[in-house]
């Protein structure tokens, strides 16, 4: 990512308001830019295959495909399975509950 490039950000939540919300604030800073918004997580998915964002404001209760779902359909289909992806979807397992690979589990 060039630092003279906005911060390309997609937004994927189920309720337009917040979508609306988030964008409206992410506007006014000229650093990002609102690259596409989605309405369930199986929209974010290809959104995210299609617009490649820099960041991902994904809600963790949608319609389709919950966050969690979403956050792991993403990054292993555009960049495939490997240690960092691992490590996000670790760390997104454990913000929801309970690391999904952690012993005992």
Known sequence: MDRDEPIRVLIADDHAVV?????????????????????????????????RPHVGLIDLKMPELDGVGTITESLTTVFGWNEWVFRAWYITGALCGGAPLAPGR
């Open 19 to 51: 979508r609306q919300g988030v964008a409206a604030i992410i506007a006014t800073d000229p650093r990002m830019t609102i690259v596409a918004e989605a309405k369930n997580g199986r929209e974010a998915v290809e959104l995210f295959r299609r617009e």
